[in-house]
């Protein structure tokens, strides 16, 4: 059975433990009803009774195991998933990242574009005062 480490889930121990005793109830209940279901077949004598007991432990640690690797396979997946959201976390932080360098490089240059195309501007227009100047002079 997987191990869930505390360190790669958000939640804490508390929860961690909260999810074990569920699962210690339900095979417990499990562990209940068989026994009460195969009661009748429990015979007066002794020897009877030590077989179906046996039979009745038997049919609790054949469901036990079942539930154990259905939970196995359940939290195997869940940690792939959690690992896979992870490698994604990571990608979508690094991508934030160069999307906010980029952004920055782009105001860089829409701001030298403003300066040089004020300058022209402020170029032209003493260009212009000067033409106007030598055709009135």
Not at 45 to 50: D, G, L, S, W
Not at 73 to 91: D, K, P, Q, Y
Not at 116 to 122: C, D, L
Request: charged share 25%; hydrophobic share 45%.
């Amino acid at each position: 059975m997987n191990v869930i480490r505390p360190d790669k889930i958000d939640g804490t121990e508390a929860e961690l433990d909260t999810d074990l005793a569920a699962v210690s109830e339900v095979e417990a209940g499990i562990r209940d009803f068989v026994r009460n279901d195969i009661a009748y077949l429990r015979r007066p004598n002794a020897a009877a009774t030590a077989e179906a007991a046996i039979d009745a432990d038997a049919a609790v640690n054949s469901v036990t195991s079942l539930i154990q690797r259905v939970a196995g396979t359940s939290l195997s997946e869940i940690e792939n998933l959690i690992s896979e959201l992870e490698g994604l976390r990571e990608l979508l932080h690094a991508e934030g990242q160069r999307v906010q360098r980029e952004i920055a490089s782009y105001a860089q240059l829409s701001q030298a574009a403003m300066k040089s195309t004020r300058a022209i501007a402020e170029n032209v227009t003493m260009w212009k005062r000067a033409a106007d100047g030598l055709r009135n002079g």
